[in-house]
């Protein structure tokens, strides 16, 4: 090979290697997440959270993002995404272009059903809508407004997301719940009193001890739907497993039924599974995708 072929040949393997490498640098870098408490003066504690931020947070300040918040079930934690495998679930959506750039936040909600307790004691819903959101707002760089703010959740999450996007609809423009916990009408039997403390162990003081039933029914979802405006403009998703071990699948088809009679637009889906992680894992990137749509971020997904 002559001298002027293996100058070619050089400059052939450079140019790509130096285009590997520009491919490489403009790949997406991953995103990260932090974990701080927010203050609040309606529940008299900090309030543990995790954001997981965009892949270019760090490297482009210019502009903000949409904030979708996820609400963690019952017995987990701020932490359920990060230490369940979601952030690398979140970050092969973003790869694979199948979701935009939004900030996801995660507060912890304890025990408490994200509403304001039965004994008054535990005002979450307060804190969420009154302290919380608005810390967020003013400590990150994402959209105070409608059509960029989101929440999700699963199991107990899901029931509060469900309530807090219909409850104040001017504030999210999409709700997504994956096995929300709903039962349309708690039953009306008679428990011991070592199974009334059972049940007050699982769902704490949130709807009383014994559990209220009167006040049960005014925080349901389904009350809200029946007594309240059509929620205009919000986009609603919701699935469940068909083997649900708390039945929530039968809440989950009564509710579907709910909103159709009242022409509320939505999408539902019972797919195979119980009530667990992996059904939710299975099921959590479509939930991602379905609010990257709503925030009207670009998406390579057919």
């Given amino acids: 090979m002559n001298e002027a072929r293996l100058r070619a040949l050089g400059l052939a393997v450079a140019i790509l ?14 995103g990260r997440a932090e974990c701080r408490a927010a203050p609040s003066k309606i529940l008299g504690h900090p309030v543990p959270y995790c954001v997981i931020l965009p892949s270019d ?59 304001d307790s039965r004994d008054g004691k535990v005002r979450y819903e307060d804190f969420f809508i009154r302290e919380f959101l608005p810390y967020i707002e003013s400590h990150y760089r994402v959209r105070a407004e409608r059509k960029s703010r989101g929440v999700t959740g699963v199991s107990m999450g899901g029931y509060g997301a469900l309530r807090f996007a219909l409850r104040y609809p001017n504030l999210f423009v999409a709700v997504s719940a994956h096995s929300p916990a709903l039962i349309e009408t708690l039953p009306n039997i008679k428990v011991s009193r070592d199974q009334a403390a059972a049940v007050a162990e699982v769902l704490g003081k949130a709807f009383g001890s014994p559990v209220d039933a009167a006040f049960w029914e005014r925080q349901s979802p389904f009350t809200i739907v029946k007594d309240g ?64 749509r709503a925030f009207g971020l670009p998406s390579a997904a057919k």
């Fill in 229 to 292: 405006p059509r929620p205009a403009g919000l986009q609603i998703y919701f699935d469940c497993g068909t083997d649900d071990e708390f039945g929530f699948n039968k809440g989950n088809e009564q509710f579907h039924q709910l909103l159709t009679a009242r022409g509320i637009p939505h999408d539902f889906h019972l797919y195979p599974g119980g009530h667990d992680w992996d059904y939710f894992a299975e099921h959590l990137p479509a939930s991602f995708e379905f609010q990257s």
């Fill in 17 to 30: 290697a130096c285009a590997a490498l520009t491919a490489s640098s403009i790949q997406a870098a991953p």
């Fill in 57 to 115: 947070y760090d490297s482009s300040k210019a502009g903000d993002y949409p904030a979708l918040y996820f609400l963690h079930g019952l017995g987990e934690n701020e932490q359920l995404l990060l230490n369940s495998g979601g952030m690398n679930m979140i970050q092969d959506l973003r790869d694979q272009k199948r979701i935009g750039e939004f900030l996801i936040i995660a507060p912890d909600g304890g025990r408490s059903f994200y509403i």
